[in-house]
């Protein structure tokens, strides 16, 4: 069966521009998150989904960011305005439901701003 | 402030002996541990977790221990293959805000050597 994917692998943006990352989760899996890895760190939680709501936002560093996940499925990240300091790899996670500990990873997209 | 910490950002081992990688955190409340593996321009992957009310788990060439009094666990890896070469995460999950979230430390790149 397929693992979560993401979309596109590598994004270079000039700053201040705007950017969509794509996440495809696992055919079922009603949880998604997303994170953000910058370089040397562990990733670092974003948001996540329950269904299409954002059931959580707090990791969202400001207001530039913005995620959708319009029918449950597919979602996309957001970010306005891009900052160099944006520049990171997302990454995207699923898992069956909110309550499962453990969550599958996609491959990341790597956001460099310039 | 860092509630999941890792202290070796690397470690080489020869092939055939026994790695340990280890994890420090702080908030008694993380109800389960995990350990991740991380190739280059890959996702994380699931590798083993352990349950709060548990000291060790096993599978396979891989261990985990988890002490709690000293907010302690480590990964022994036996014997170490190449294949093993890999940056390795350490995350504590916690029921927070409904969602169980994922708290990542800093990774351990292991390095090991034929």
């Known amino acids: 069966g397929a693992g979560v994917s993401q979309t596109p692998s590598n994004k270079v943006t000039e700053k201040g521009k705007y950017v969509e990352l794509r996440c495809d989760p696992i055919s079922g899996h009603t949880a998604l998150y997303w994170y953000r890895q910058s370089l040397g760190q562990g990733p670092e939680f974003l948001i996540y989904?329950?269904?299409?709501?954002?059931?959580?936002d707090s990791g969202l560093p400001n207001d530039r960011f913005f995620a959708v996940r319009p029918e449950g499925s597919v979602s996309t990240l957001k970010i306005q305005r891009t900052e160099r300091g944006d520049s990171a790899v997302y990454l995207c996670?699923?898992?069956?439901?909110?309550?499962?500990?453990?969550?599958?990873f996609g491959p990341g997209t790597r956001l460099t701003v310039t | 402030d860092q509630q999941v910490k890792q202290n070796s950002p690397s470690l080489s081992v020869q092939e055939g002996r026994i790695s340990i990688l280890n994890c420090d955190y702080t908030n008694s409340m993380f109800d389960y541990f995990l350990w991740y593996k991380k190739y280059p321009a890959e996702g994380p992957t699931f590798l083993i977790s352990?349950?709060?009310?548990?000291d060790k788990n096993e599978d396979g060439r891989f261990t985990v221990f988890l002490n709690k009094s000293a907010k302690h666990l480590s990964l022994h890896i036996v014997p170490s293959q190449p294949g093993d070469s890999a940056v390795y995460f350490c995350?504590?999950?916690?029921?927070?805000?409904?969602?169980?979230?994922?708290?990542f430390g800093q990774g351990t790149r292991l390095t090991i050597n034929p």
């Open positions: 995350a504590a999950s916690g029921r927070i805000q409904g969602a169980q979230k994922l708290v």
């Open positions: 996670a699923s898992s069956p439901s909110v309550t499962s500990v453990e969550q599958y």
């Open positions: 352990i349950s709060s009310i548990k």
């Open positions: 989904f329950q269904g299409t709501g954002a059931a959580d």
